[in-house]
């Protein structure tokens, strides 16, 4: 592991040689080249902990403390600067005009960055950034051994567990951008945990952000006072080890980064742990704030005035990057061949909105993969006799298992006649110079939003126990922005801590939600309502360090009591604008900042919205602090908390220390009326609006997108959608099964009877008709004979026991498609062909899904690349009353899951690349000890059983994908159903208008 080296020493002289933190790899390094650097290394005092010996003060804190270590006093500064002006004026040429803004938030230089901070200062290489960029006021002076006006803090992140599958409903909640790992990728719980596909990057509408960076690190044991600091400088012994995810609102949240342009990076020396200055662990105060700070940067190279300020994110963060930026810019491309702007979607009949153009992607990736030749109908059952069977699209080239061939009609070469993941591109977008990342001051200040300009300092609080607060260096008049912060927006959830143990068998049972044991320390910084699922976490430098000072007792100067208020940023000012740009402003969308008189736009658009949009935007949105009155120099800047909290605390603080559950723990309350009513009794999760019209009303054959509930937009305009099926459609179906004896083989199969044993990915051919032969509701008849196959899916990679049942023969294979029909199947196909314009529709494979334990299963797509034109139709025959939800759908940003009921007479309609999968259910497993002979019972077993059918216009354009797909799906007994088109079986046509799938059109078999 890097170990992450700064070198603040006091020499100029070793400051301004090239010895800056990523020059140096390791302290070796320096030792070895700079002799000087080693003697004055020796000497140097290094930040923080000036207090380190002061005494603490014993009254009940009002706010999480901060801690009172760490920073001199404004006397202390004061005294030690007139007594040297000399060296304090040593800095007066570099550093900001008084109250000249020194730090910008605004459009950022780098593409699809979206904001970015900028430099309104110049400062020289090697030195401490912080310094520069905390402005200056009316007789300031500063000298080498004085702390910067304020440095950032960072909060650990504890549960590891955020995104852990079935935790949640989306992959990667947006919040979690801002984190630093403590590895890269932390948080996606990657590998055999992962049940996600690896999909295309430019696919993906969600950004992970710094998941996967690893250019700054955060630690457990940082340095606690200046000797373990110096000693760690000298000795690797002594450096923090221990790596934890972090929180680190200033600087490392919001600074972007460039692998060459980069120009800052941690001043770890800086950095301080302040255990010695909390409070007693017997006091509330106790674990309520982050020890951590001091969180300084350097500069890497010189920083001109205007320039944007850059880390490096580090090597493995950037090659993701560059991978879903050349994505990117391959769809951009193939966009640009669209001459009509209508045509930048597909436009195709009956899809909500049309279908995005990143989908080109998926299609082409899978037609690069479609196979030259597949094993014919006589190949797959020579070899499945003989129990080898194979899906041959995982075979490699040259492997060819099955007896007979025949090459795959109508394959689309000119379709994919490159490999998608390693075509060309230009040069990927982005600055080249040092200009490039530039911006005037004037534009700057017309345009971005100053977050430090010298008016702010943090220092030891006035407020007793609170440890570090904000003061003003100069007066503040009432109604004045005293800061803007952009937010963070997260779930109450997502602070929560669960339960866990990570050496549970099933991926299920890692997370006991059930129990809570915890909540994250990031809950006690922010802001929050009781009655919304919403919480709001400042991101602006200093804004964290700002205390509870109680409800404000008047507006004269000096009262006690709160001074600022938050609100959303004020209408037709710098900060609307810009944030009103970012919140609307869609991910890799060319959208260049433009707030001119004549551009429309709407301020705190976010207010609109429901929680869950807010939350996808998270850090795109920002609030001010204003003064309630007016602040003189020298003023603590205190906010109202609000009575929930002052309960809160004062409810621990009565609680004998001995007796306590657990760390203070409350959000900050907002104003009344902040938040608006549709933040308030909503729920943050994902839901698909009811559908319930297609069962009261009977509307069938209808068939309707899944849309969200909480804003009415489609789960997917591509693939997701519901069709209404007859009363009795699925009763009818399920008495078919059992008279035919499926339903009895589903019970033998699931149990693990003698003789209905399959092995992971085993198959065995049955007459189930003979199991129930003889009951009285099963006549003998001539389809006693019919053979249906069982073939168990991979249970020894994902834990479950789905068999899939589908007919082996010609006879079964009429009689299934019969009983769909007299059912009333045919209304579905109808209604899916009239809704999406095609010309007919042919239902080339029907089978059973039956389960009684899942703890995790492949999210996947049954179908996909055939020009929009397959569908996949799932409905239920036997559920489970009272359970969860039984099917999770993928949305179409890939990145939230939304479970789903089976519901009768009524069928889910899933298209190309629709996503999904079994969810996580224990009703019953042969294998856990405890359950016994269950089988036996007179009641049976608790088992589900669903059907799904796939029916497409099949034609030159996707027969050859088609027959691929078909392929996959072993055994595939019916391969040469794809030798030509038109099919050979229409179940539905358009020009006679009938469907019918007892009775099919076409030539026939």
């Not at 304020?150 to 990667?172: E, F, H, M, N, S």
């Not at 899978?366 to 094993?375: G, H, R, S, V």
Request: with cysteine; aromatic share 10%; net charge negative.
């Amino acid at each position: 592991m890097r170990f992450p080296l700064a070198l603040l020493l006091v020499s100029s002289s070793c400051r301004r040689t090239a010895h800056h933190v990523k020059a140096a790899a390791s302290r070796e390094e320096c030792l070895a080249s700079d002799a000087a650097c080693i003697a004055n290394a020796a000497a140097v005092n290094s930040r923080g902990n000036k207090n380190a010996d002061a005494p603490t003060r014993n009254n009940v804190p009002s706010k999480r403390p901060h801690d009172a270590q760490g920073y001199s006093s404004r006397q202390e500064r004061e005294s030690r600067t007139k007594a040297n002006p000399a060296a304090a004026s040593a800095f007066a040429d570099d550093l900001p005009a008084p109250q000249q803004c020194a730090l910008y938030l605004a459009p950022s230089t780098i593409p699809h960055a979206l904001l970015g901070l900028f430099s309104g200062a110049p400062i020289p290489k090697s030195e401490n950034a912080n310094v520069y960029l905390g402005g200056t006021f009316p007789g300031y002076l500063h000298d080498d051994d004085d702390d910067p006006l304020w440095a950032d803090l960072y909060i650990p992140v504890a549960d590891v567990y955020k995104t852990l599958p079935y935790r949640g409903q989306q992959r990667y909640p947006s919040w979690l951008s801002y984190v630093w790992p403590d590895e890269p990728g932390a948080f996606h719980h990657e590998g055999e945990m992962n049940p996600f596909p690896n999909f295309p990057d430019e696919i993906k509408d969600y950004d992970d952000g710094l998941n996967h960076a690893d250019g700054l690190e955060f630690y457990m044991d940082d340095y606690v006072d200046d000797r373990e600091a110096e000693e760690g400088r000298f000795h690797k012994e002594r450096r923090p080890r221990r790596q934890v995810s972090a929180l680190a609102p200033g600087l490392a949240s919001l600074a972007n980064s460039h692998p060459r342009m980069y120009n800052l990076d941690r001043l770890y020396l800086a950095s301080r742990v302040d255990y010695l200055g909390q409070v007693a662990p017997w006091q509330p105060g106790a674990g309520a704030f982050t020890p951590h700070h001091g969180v300084e940067f350097v500069a890497t190279k010189g920083i001109r005035p205007g320039m944007e300020l850059l880390l490096d994110y580090g090597e493995e963060w950037h090659g993701k990057l560059a991978k879903k930026l050349r994505g990117w810019q391959r769809r951009k491309e193939r966009e640009e061949t669209v001459e009509d702007d209508a045509a930048k979607r597909r436009n195709l009949q009956g899809f909500v909105q049309g279908i995005d153009r990143k989908w080109d992607t998926m299609d082409i990736r899978e037609k690069y993969n479609c196979p030259e030749e597949l094993p014919t109908e006589k190949g797959k059952r020579d070899r499945i006799a003989v129990g080898m069977a194979v899906d041959s699209s995982d075979l490699k080239d040259g492997n060819k298992p099955y007896s007979e061939y025949r090459y795959n009609t109508y394959h689309p070469y000119e379709e994919a006649d490159e490999n998608p993941n390693e075509a060309e591109t230009g040069p990927l977008p982005g600055p080249q110079s040092e200009e490039d990342i530039t911006r005037s001051l004037p534009w700057l200040a017309d345009h971005g939003v100053c977050l430090s300009s010298g008016r702010l300092s943090i220092d030891e609080s006035t407020v007793p126990y609170a440890g570090r607060g904000v003061f003003t260096n100069t007066h503040i008049n009432k109604g004045e922005v005293v800061l803007t912060s952009p937010l963070l927006a997260l779930r109450k959830d997502d602070v929560k801590i669960y339960k866990s143990d990570p050496d549970q068998q099933f991926v299920r049972n890692v997370l006991d939600k059930s129990t809570v044991i915890g909540y994250e320390m990031l809950m006690n910084y922010a802001f929050g309502h009781e009655d919304s699922p919403m919480l709001l976490v400042p991101l602006a430098p200093i804004a964290n360090f700002i205390n509870h000072g109680g409800e404000m007792k008047s507006e004269k100067p000096k009262s006690k009591g709160a001074n600022v208020q938050v609100r959303w940023p004020e209408d037709g000012g710098n900060a609307a604008k810009l944030f009103a740009w970012a919140y609307q402003h869609t991910l890799f969308e060319d959208d260049p900042f433009d707030d001119s008189t004549n551009k429309e736009f709407v301020s705190n658009p976010w207010l609109k919205d429901h929680p869950i949009d807010v939350m996808e935007r998270s850090g795109k949105l920002a609030l001010e602090y204003v003064a309630m009155r007016d602040i003189h120099n020298g003023e603590e800047i205190l906010l109202d908390y609000g009575p929930l909290w002052e309960k809160a605390w004062m409810d621990l603080a009565r609680i004998s220390p001995y007796s306590r559950s657990g760390y203070f723990r409350h959000y900050i309350g907002v104003p009344e009326g902040f938040y608006p009513d549709n933040w308030l009794g909503v729920s943050d999760r994902y839901e698909i609006a009811e559908i319930d019209d297609l069962i009261n009303y009977r509307l069938v054959g209808k068939v309707v997108p899944l849309t969200w509930a909480h804003n009415g937009q489609p789960v997917s305009s591509k693939y997701a959608y519901a069709v209404g099926l007859p009363k009795g459609f699925s009763d009818r179906f399920l008495e078919y099964s059992k008279q035919n004896g499926i339903i009895e083989l589903y019970k033998k199969l699931l149990t693990e009877q003698e003789g209905f044993h399959l092995p992971s990915d085993g198959f065995g051919v049955y007459k189930p008709r003979t199991l129930v032969e003889g009951n009285s509701s099963a006549p003998n008849t001539e389809d006693s004979a019919m053979e249906f196959f069982a073939h168990r899916y991979h249970s020894d990679q994902w834990n479950f026991n789905m068999h899939f049942v589908s007919a082996w023969e010609e006879t079964a294979r009429k009689s299934v498609l019969a009983a769909l029909g007299d059912a009333g199947f045919d209304a579905a196909i109808k209604g899916v062909g009239e809704r999406f314009g095609y010309d007919n529709l042919t239902c080339f494979h029907a089978s059973y899904m039956g389960v009684t334990h899942c703890d995790k299963s492949k999210m996947h797509s049954d179908i996909y690349a055939t020009e929009d034109k397959s569908w996949n139709i799932v409905f239920p025959l036997i559920t489970v009353n009272g359970t969860s939800p039984e099917l999770d759908i993928m949305a179409e940003d890939m990145n939230t899951v939304v479970g789903v009921h089976y519901l009768k007479d009524v069928a889910w309609v899933m298209g190309d690349f629709g996503y999904h999968q079994t969810r996580p259910i224990d009703y019953y497993n042969p294998d856990d000890g405890n359950v016994g002979d269950a089988w036996k019972t007179a009641g049976g077993i608790p088992i589900r059983v669903v059907f799904g059918a796939y029916c497409a216009q099949i034609d030159q354009t996707n027969v050859a994908m088609l027959r691929h797909i078909y392929d996959g799906d072993d055994p595939a007994p019916f391969a040469d159903q794809f030798v030509e088109v038109p099919m050979r079986e229409i179940h539905w046509d358009r020009l006679t208008g009938k469907a019918s799938l007892s009775k099919p059109l076409g030539k026939g078999y």
